[in-house]
């Protein structure tokens, strides 16, 4: 059935990054084929329409960097850096997890992030379970590029995540054939070898080939954390992008995470390969890793999306706290008009939208373009008096709560701040019990 999205302020977010006001959105099935003050034209075919008197109407916003499978591990890995976080709590955590705690993890992932607006993301599994997310995904609407992690080598990794380079390659095959384009193209395969430390040359070559292959997405870590960069150094030889580099890993179809410590010799190859960047800043000022130079990146022309990590190096994955920090973070750096709401809207829109692959398909609300749409509520008392620069005025101020409609491939997914597609008491309650026997585990 088709949908109207009546009389309301759309951020377009097309070229001219234009704001409409009293204008509608019409869907056919899951693409946009009006926007614009009254759009709407006599559909002779049944339709459901929402009210957006009083709402902005946002490009569904992106994340483009996140771990389904750590959820449950959420406040409790606190205080520590990257290296021993991952070593002393996040892959102990992960290797106990089995399909069923994935499958909670991921609900419980989707259900927060649906009902804060966000409508795509790409995901990092670990080594084993990623079925579960793509289940998870597939069930509750969202759309999601990801893949599992790949490890086959590493200081501290426990043996529950171990996995031969051939056994990673397979499994990932396995996947990406068995879930690649399905779900009406809402679910994609990424490639998602962890970070150098954790895998061997061999592979890295490997994933960079079959990617370019399968016409698929590589997803990984760079240059988040000092201590991290001087190991792939010693490792290597190489600074993390330029050995990445010499492994045929980059390109417009690889987004790296983090990238916070970066020379200009990997500036200038993230430029001229084109390769994508996600911004994450909670995530890098909760493991005391550094902050991005992310105006200085957008300014040579490279690709930066947004994005929350892991839930327990953030511990929220709340969007609008990411659009927020990255909008504020680099200001005393760049100066109070060096980095606008505009541009950090533009993270978790457009750019976000390319760092997943799927421009041509997302990221901004344009005929032609699938349907998927944010609708704000702007009426909280916490956001009085509004401006007249709706962009502004979320960026800076707006919740997740206030977060009223979403509209996935179509689909209402959230409607008047209740989630469609999930049983939100139950997914609580089986995150809840599934954390419980992980972190036992964990502490025990
Ligand atoms: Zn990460």
Known sequence: MDLIIRNATVVT????????????????????VKVGPHARTRLTRAVRTIDGNGLVVLPGLIHA???????????HADGLELLDWLRERIWPFEASHDAASMRASADLTFLELISSGVTACLDMGSVHHYDAVFEAARDAGLRLVG???????????PRGLRETTEASLAESVRLLEQWHGTSNDRLRYAFAPRFVLSCSEALMRRVGELAKARGVRVHTHASENPTECDLVREKT???NVVYFQSLGLLGAHTTLAHCVWLTTDEQRVLRETQTCVCHCPSANFKLASGVAKVPEL??????????????????????????????LVHLPRVGPTGFSAMQALELATVNGARALG?????GSIEVGKKADLTLVDLSGAHLQPV??????TIVYGAQAKDVRHVVIDGEVVLRDRVVQTMNAEQVRRQ??????????ALDG
């Not at 893949?147 to 990794?157: E, F, H, P, S």
Request: glycine share 10%.
């Open 237 to 239: 030889g190489l600074d």
């Open 147 to 157: 893949g599992k992690c790949m490890m086959d080598t590493g200081q501290g990794v």
């Open 298 to 327: 957008l300014q040579q022309g490279i690709t930066v999306g947004l994005g929350a990590d892991g839930a327990p190096c953030n511990n929220t994955l709340d969007i609008f706290h990411e659009l927020r920090l990255a909008a």
């Open 387 to 392: 401006s007249n620069d709706p962009v502004a």
């Open 358 to 362: 799927l421009e041509h398909d997302v």
């Open 65 to 75: 960097h996140l771990h389904a499978c750590q959820t449950l591990c959420r406040n």
């Open 431 to 440: 995150a809840v019990t599934h954390a419980r026997r992980l972190l036992a």
């Open 13 to 32: 977010m097309n070229a001219r990054r234009e704001v409409l006001r009293e204008a509608d959105v019409v869907i056919e099935g899951n693409r946009i």
